[in-house]
């Protein structure tokens, strides 16, 4: 089955305590993407990339980090988490670029930093 | 400043009538439109999307109209079922910024029985 995967689900952490949210796509996809959801504010692009080792940021990626070293993957990390980067977070790919494309989203991670 | 704007943040329809979805745009350098669906719980899914250069689009019960002089589009679900009952993102694609997907904060739709 085509889809994308991402763990954990569910993550309740304290500030400062580096974590990482996997991301990964079975599609063969070149274009990934890392997006953050908020009340009030919707969609936004942390950071996303063109194929592998091929990054650039978004709208909002202060705080974040990524890397493609692989095809299918796509990890989020957050070095030094904070409050407000409390947040649901969607990963998604698409066969390119992303936008002319549908982009495939994975079920979401919901995270928590205290 | 939302250059992709839904109004409506909910809207209640009644099963089997018509949900009509609105969708304003401000930037002339839109090309390329996408609507994408989302249940409580998962990600967002792609329904339907619309080239500039056409005004319908049409895949099933689900058609997306656009007006480009009037920067408005809309989607047209017929009839509504209690099972489309999610939130419905309009996106657009800004050819002029490097084809940057622009999304709308969504309108959370309630088919009732």
């Known amino acids: 089955e085509a889809q994308v995967t991402q763990n954990p689900r569910y993550l309740i952490t304290v500030t400062g305590k580096k974590l990482t949210v996997t991301c990964s796509q079975n599609?063969?996809?070149?274009?990934m993407s890392w997006y953050r959801q908020d009340p009030g504010l919707g969609l936004r692009q942390i950071y996303y990339?063109?194929?592998?080792?091929?990054?650039d940021k978004g709208d909002v990626p202060e705080g974040y980090k990524v890397s493609r070293k692989e095809k299918r993957n796509f990890p989020l990390i957050l070095e030094s988490p904070s409050p407000n980067q409390t947040s649901l977070y969607f990963c998604a790919s698409s066969l390119d670029r992303g936008a002319y494309n549908e982009q495939f989203f994975g079920p979401g991670t919901r995270l928590t930093v205290l | 400043d939302q250059q992709v704007k839904q109004n409506s943040p909910s809207l209640s329809v009644q099963e089997g009538r018509i949900s009509i979805l609105n969708c304003d745009y401000t930037n002339s350098m839109f090309d390329y439109f996408l609507w994408y669906k989302k249940y409580p719980a998962e990600g967002p899914t792609f329904l339907i999307s619309?080239?500039?250069i056409k005004d319908k689009n049409e895949d099933g019960r689900f058609t997306v109209f656009l007006n480009k002089s009037a920067k408005h589009l809309s989607l047209h679900i017929v009839p509504s079922q209690p099972g489309d009952s999610a939130v419905y993102f309009c996106a657009a694609v800004n050819a002029g910024n490097n084809r940057k997907l622009i999304w709308g904060l969504g309108t959370s739709l309630a088919v009732n029985p």
């Open positions: 599609m063969n996809h070149e274009y």
């Open positions: 990339s063109m194929n592998v080792e091929v990054t």
């Open positions: 619309i080239s500039s």
